[in-house]
DNA sequence: CCCGGTAGTGTTATCGCTAACAATCAGGCC
DNA sequence: GGCCTGATTGTTAGCGATAACACTACCGGG
């Protein structure tokens, strides 16, 4: 008897013709309540508001998109990591898509390969999304862009710079040139750079700003340490540098690197700051925590979500946008990690 | 010129009888081979599959969820935080759930409180999911699930171990257990302990661990220093316990803090593990090299998603569950930061 | 007084799919 | 041969919304 049943039928979702036939009204003047159109009466709006209020009618999304032939959703794909920055991006665009009334569909991807991009991005036009955002970080990932068909509205976060599509990234290489400015503005006669994955546009950013700001300032360009971004391979880059007294200052691709180097420095003997200055990338929550507090670069996580949203929005509404290409600054941050060089 | 048009009529995207037209068959066997129903001729289903290729049909999801009145949409709601272990929670979800064919669309919240909850389930509701899935570890957000009417398929993660519905957790008893009995082991006569936010069930739940931990050895319980997740509180907490000689031992809720704890100590002069231990919990990529490395708990974050998505798909076919609870045990991860306490 | 315009509302067709049932055909059995 | 059975396929009727158009008052102007 718990069942509910009304009459012989099982009680279902309450639907557009049962708000209208209590309201006394035909389902299409629901319809147009619902939809804000001006030609109702006021006096009818009201009946009809009560109805839809008394039987907890919710409108059939489905039914909606298949007349429509639109969705209010967004897909999104990215990589199944849980690295800061890509992590953060993510959250912060469902955010704001969220707050914009877009639902956010999410796709994750093992690897960013060319396979599963595309499946991703097909999965979410199988849904009919309104616009996709892929986080494409990697090389691999921009390749894999090239199969998508034109006319779907589609925004690449932090990809290759040099692509034309529509696109926002932290500005990677602002940030590198100040950090790099940092440390020679502090008296270091050059800057080592211990750099993210060659595949990454952010690592490859990174490093033109680096390599940029000591030309700027006529200092010499030292070897490059490759590395990734974790701070395993900091660590390990930290225990090559750490005995080469020549270096006086390092800007680590990422806080995690940096951590890794510092503690090869401490296991070293070498102090930071005061016989070493390191400067991070990212601002993760705890750098200000590493042993020293970490000077680093912080970028503005927000604003590239209300960047992407906007031109995403944008190209759904407008169909093409004239410059979709934006840039977020990013700000640097300063700790206890920097200091003038030894004497 | 560049519409594409056939004939006076725009090309839209192909459906079904479409395809029908194309094999020479009716719309329904097309449907018939697009579902798996056995009852089709191998030729057909040949012709069948050969006109889906050749127009690039793709079924619209929106026309069956119409038709059938399901989706193969989960809904996710989770707190906008990049937080180690709700994150990492929330992408092996993700991976797995899509594996599964399953998409998932995902509503972050700024807070985890009633009003939002609520906004952020109805929202996936009026999507017709087939599934919610709420990550919800404080009991604020606890709270708000009571007002989640029965019979929406809905699996809490990280929730109040007392509730009776579904839920999916890391046995945070059974790991705070284990580090607190690692370090009486060492030898140390009891093991203080850093503790997450009052307000969060993993807080909590490591707390008694380690309460029980220590009862069971018949170990005096020191005061507990009560913390929240972050390095910074972390550091507060070591700057206290560092003046304390008689602290040779502490177990910390997360590795943040032990971070800051062991930024604490060491600007104190005490060493790490030679003087004091610490174990922390959630075992963070950059864990192996915090200085020292550190000796920590590691949850199964697969294991977690997997029940989650096995536990809700099973209330979406089966309705109910008999025991929807499943309790996932953590590992622990034996580093440098754990000494026999000095002489 | 008739006409056209406009506000407000209803009627009907349609989106693309699945469910239910009907129709057809072949084979086996009496 | 006629009938039953099961495999295969087609036909029809919705699902719940929007779009297009039709209809009814009521208004003011000629």
Redesign the pocket.
Known sequence: MDDPVVGSKVA?????????RLA?????????V??G?????????LRVRAAIAELG????????A????RTQLIGVVAANSTLYGPASLLAAFELAAGEAGFAVSLKRVRVLDRTSIAEAVEHHRDQRVAGIVVIAPTASANEALADVPAGVPLVTVDGDPERATAMVTVDQHAGAFEATRHLLDAGHRTVWHVSGPPDWFDAMGRVRGWQDALAAAGAEVPPLVAADWSAASGYRSGQMLARMPEVTAVFTANDHLALGLLRAMSERGRKVPDEVSVVGFDDVPEAAYFIPPLTTVRPDFDAVARETLGLLLAQVDEGEVADPKRTVPPTLVSRDSVAPPPA
């Open positions: 279902r979702e309450p639907a557009m013709t049962d708000v209208a006394g009204v035909s389902h299409q003047t629901v319809s147009r619902l939809n159109h001006p030609n109702v009466r006021e006096q009818t709006r009618y919710r409108p059939n999304k489905a039914a909606r298949l007349v429509t032939g």
